[in-house]
């Protein structure tokens, strides 16, 4: 039997899903949820939030019109469910009360509730991260530029998407409606290798919250407390320490830095399940003296942190958007080395903005920080346009109207809903681009 559609909605009924946010901005409790949430509730729209863990402890936050529930906050959390079961079931919950017109999955954990979307009627988007397509560029980014190399990572490449493709990615595709994606590589990767329809794949620059980012003075006291000289320059790295190779081509670099330019110190931020191995081979280096490992700070000192250092760096393919702290670093007027591979290179012009190297490539980085370090590249003009490619790029009323024209269009394609309006051409080339 038939089931009979449901009104068009003027002003829509939107949740918001994530199990962890993604860390985006200064100082804020909930990434770039929050702005885009509280743009979308400034326009008419309601906005709910199903999430894990709250930095501030609570099982439930209201701010902006926007309500946040934190269902591993809550005394009735049951340890044993999936944090996909506990969304399903307080979506049910919510939806009962008032029916949503569509689900927005920062991860795969609306993948419940997208299986069992006709039966809702409502309208299921991810974001590319719910994939794990993500795993496929951090392997690209350890080619090296040998025929060993490429032939070794064009295997591993297919035995990956294989796995990963067939092994889940496939099945979530399936119940989506629609897709976004942060840059053109990931929109591209979708299309071509997981065959998923371009008039689906919808592209937004999340980003941060542009208005908080104002210049700094150098933290002198978190120098003098780090025991780093006045005199000394320094290059800051973030690291979740889950694999070593990722970190090995930095940490060879520097070992070579060390040596000419023994006045440097690289400071490395983040903790995780490698940090007893990454320790042993900065020792092994020889660098426990010039290598601080300062663990795991709070997202509001990261700025104090961006503020001491010379360069900013961050080589790392294992993410499907744009990292923050390398962001931060721009806006600051920081010099900044990024992956080729990564979101970041639709953002960084290299030599221009800031510089692009393949993760891998030890030599080249070794050689570009020496050339920083010694003078040869200056911070002043290159820092200035950093600043300036951010803050035109990552535009909160933009970003806010690409979304709502992009939820549009999916629900208008979900085939849940009755007589829906017709977009204009403004909207439909914001929506898909």
Known sequence: MRRQKRSFPVHLNICLVAQKFPILGRATDHSFLWPIATGLVSLGHKVTIIAGKSNLGKARVERGGVTAYFLLESTNFNSRESFAGLAHTKFQELHKQNKF??????????????????????????????????????????????????????????????????????????????????????????????????????????????????????????????????????????????????????????????????????????????????????????????????GAIKEQEIPDYISICDVFINLSTRTTGFESTLIEAMSQEKL?????????????????????????????????????????????PMGEKARNKVMGFFDAKKMVTTIINAYYKIIMNSGFFANPPKLTRTQESDAIH
């Open 101 to 294: 017109d569509l689900v927005h999955s920062i991860d795969s954990s609306a993948l419940f509730i997208a299986e069992q979307k006709e039966k809702y009627r409502v309208a299921v988007a991810y974001d590319v991260n719910a994939t794990q397509l993500v795993q496929i560029i951090s392997i690209l980014g350890m080619t090296q530029e040998t025929v060993g190399s490429i032939l070794s990572t064009a295997i591993a490449v297919v035995y990956k998407f294989l796995s990963t493709y067939y092994g889940g990615d496939r099945h979530l595709l399936k119940t989506a409606n629609g897709i976004f994606v942060t840059n053109p590589q990931h929109r591209m990767m979708l299309e071509r290798y997981y065959l998923y329809p371009d008039f689906h794949i919808y592209t937004v620059p999340y980003g941060l919250e542009i208005g908080t980012l104002e210049p700094r003075e150098e933290d002198k006291l978190l120098r003098s407390s780090l025991n780093i000289p006045a005199s000394a320059q320094v290059a800051l790295t973030t690291s979740e320490m889950n694999e070593i190779d990722e970190m090995m081509p930095l940490l060879n670099a520097f070992e070579k830095v060390a040596i000419k330019k023994p006045n440097t110190f690289l400071i490395i931020i983040g903790n995780g399940p490698k940090w007893k191995e990454l320790e042993y081979e900065i020792l092994n280096l020889v660098l426990g003296r010039r290598v601080l490992m300062v």
């Open 336 to 380: 900044v080395i990024g992956s080729e591979v990564s979101a970041i290179a639709n953002i960084i012009e290299d030599g221009v903005d800031g510089f692009l190297l393949r993760p891998a490539d030890s030599t080249s980085l070794a050689e570009l920080l020496i050339d920083i370090f010694s003078g040869h590249v200056s911070r002043g």
